[in-house]
């Protein structure tokens, strides 16, 4: 009954060691973009954000509004 509770935290830190060395080795496999790449990329990410805020904000304005002129919404 020693010996089994003894192996288990051994081949669990075992196991966990063999992660990170694989997840080391393939993060230095990735070729990570250059700084004008990222820089173009969260500006295309914010610009994207940006439009579909300004397309639902449009959409609940008109639905409110058709709603509303039809009855099934609070007067106001």
Do not use: H, Q
Not at 19 to 30: D, G, M, N, P, Q
Not at 41 to 54: D, E, G, H, K, P
Request: glycine share 10%.
């Amino acid at each position: 009954m020693g010996t089994a509770e003894g192996i288990a935290p051994v081949r669990w830190f075992r196991s966990f060691r063999g992660f990170i060395r694989e997840a080391t080795a393939e993060l230095k496999r990735v070729v990570w973009p250059t700084w004008d790449e990222l820089k173009g990329y969260t500006y295309l990410v914010l610009l994207v954000i940006a439009v579909v805020a300004v397309w639902l904000g449009l959409l609940e304005f008109v639905l409110a509004w058709l709603t509303n002129k039809v009855g099934l919404y609070g007067r106001g």
